[in-house]
């Protein structure tokens, strides 16, 4: 079997199966482009036949490879974690840009509140390395997961299990970013996609999907020094109600940040107190 026999038999989309393929062999995705009668070994072959037909399922392919890029960092998933995903991102930068204007006040503290595959610890880590970061997931399983990218990658993260704040009592932090759970229970979403192989604790926030965030934004005054931030994750359509939410927590500067789609996905404000 060639490479371009095995992309043809594949039955998925092209991008799809070439992805699948590289990962498979080891070999780029430009070079099974660019050399189609390349013939795999029946190793090769067998795995990439085998993940196909998973994948035909409907299972995600960052499962199935075992890795996601987020951020610039390869890390490792399995389903124990949400895959990280590219709107993320967008949590990442506006704790960075906020970390580049606290750090002139001596060293960060930054949380990372339901950690998953440790994804934004991670990137805020390796990009602010003076910051210490601190982060929390209620699942063990996937701390040993962001614990092994850690390893991986070479950072320097404290990690915590536990919900949400009752893992960091009566500690103070100068940014805390988080990616709840948002999806409202009842969301068709929910059957779509990669969604229904992904850990349904780390995706539905109760009945209209606010739940988390509302605990969340509840606590986290106690856990931020003056004039920290608290920046969230949310749906593309739940911004008004995150800014009620923390209007009513009493922060300040709330804003909300679009993602590369022009939704408004993420949203933060300053907590009361000097600046």
């Known amino acids: ?14 991008r799809e199966a070439r992805r699948l393929l590289a990962a498979a062999t080891d070999i780029p995705e430009g070079r099974l482009v660019a050399h189609p009668a390349l013939e795999l070994d029946e190793r090769s072959w067998s795995r990439f036949n085998a993940w196909a037909a ?33 709107e993320s ?12 204007v606290q750090a002139t006040q001596g060293p960060c503290r930054v949380l990372d509140l339901g950690t998953g595959s440790g994804a934004l610890a991670l990137a805020i880590k390796h990009e602010r390395p003076s ?25 320097d993260i404290d990690w915590r299990e536990g ?15 988080s990616n709840p759970p948002y999806v409202a229970s009842d969301d068709p979403h929910l059957v779509e996609g990669d969604l229904p192989f ?7 926030g109760g009945v209209d999907g606010l739940a988390a965030i509302r605990d969340i934004v509840r606590d986290a005054p106690a856990h931020l020094r003056p004039g920290g931030w608290l920046f969230l994750e949310h749906g593309y359509d739940q911004a008004d109600a995150v800014r ?16 590369l789609a022009g ?3 993420v949203s933060g404000g300053r907590s009361g107190g000097a600046r």
């Open 1 to 14: 079997m060639n490479v371009g026999d095995a992309l043809g038999a594949a039955g998925l989309d092209r």
């Open 89 to 100: 991102e967008l949590l990442v930068e506006r704790a960075l840009e906020r970390l580049a």
């Open 163 to 177: 919900h949400w704040f009752s893992a960091v009592p009566r500690e103070r932090f100068e940014v805390i970013v």
């Open 263 to 265: 939704h408004p996905r």
């Open 198 to 204: 992904e850990p349904a604790a780390a995706l539905v």
């Open 54 to 86: 998973r994948r035909r399922q409907g299972e995600p392919i960052a499962y199935l490879i075992g890795w996601r890029e987020f951020y610039g960092l390869t890390l490792a998933v399995t389903p124990a974690v949400l895959i990280p995903r590219h």
């Open 131 to 155: 910051a210490r970061v601190l982060a929390v997931d209620a699942s063990g399983s996937a701390l040993e997961v962001a614990r092994g990218n850690a390893r991986r990658l070479g950072l």
């Open 244 to 259: 009620g939410v923390l209007q009513a927590a009493d922060f300040e500067e709330i804003t909300a940040w679009r993602d």
